[in-house]
């Protein structure tokens, strides 16, 4: 069953309201992941505690409980020279920057001669995810993926 400190394999359908598919892990690439240690979104992580290997079910997240609701302050002007020069800019493109300890995502909204409009919310801020989950397998945590803090899956390399 899960719970704290286990490791958890299932595969997923990500979808948003309108049922366009935002993402997916089929059975052959399923997501795997140590329960309890805030490495998938809240909303979802604790709606799966308690289920076991072979159950299925159709998780709702609410913004709040995922990825946060659109913050605007995120959304700017940057200066043109600041991106690189040899890169066509086009609305849409995503780019990453470093924001202190973590990478951030932003998405280019609009393009002028000397600004470039961006957003740096995350792309599903402000979304409400709905999840359709399959649990393949769930087991106990090793010492040493608790350790380490996450699950091995046996393609690490050398960690």
Do not use: C, W
Request: proline share 4%; charged share 25%.
């Amino acid at each position: 069953m899960i719970k704290k400190d286990s490791v958890v394999t299932l595969s997923y359908s990500l979808k948003n309201k309108e049922g366009a598919e935002l993402d997916k892990a089929g059975a052959d690439q399923p997501l795997v992941y140590l329960h309890g240690k805030g490495q998938i979104i809240p909303g979802l992580e604790s709606k799966l505690e308690g289920l076991n290997s072979g159950d299925k079910k159709d998780v709702t997240v609410q913004p709040e409980d995922a990825y946060g609701n659109v913050n605007p302050s995120l959304v700017m002007e940057i200066e043109r020279q600041h991106f690189p020069k040899d890169v066509d800019i086009q609305p849409g493109m995503q780019f990453t920057a470093d924001m202190g300890e973590k990478q951030q995502i932003f998405t280019v909204l609009s393009v002028g001669e000397e600004q470039i409009k961006i957003d740096a919310n995350h792309p599903l801020a402000g979304e409400t995810l709905h999840f359709s989950i399959e649990v393949l397998d769930v087991r106990e945590a090793t010492k040493e993926e608790l350790d380490h803090g996450h699950a091995h899956t046996g393609n690490e390399h050398g960690h």
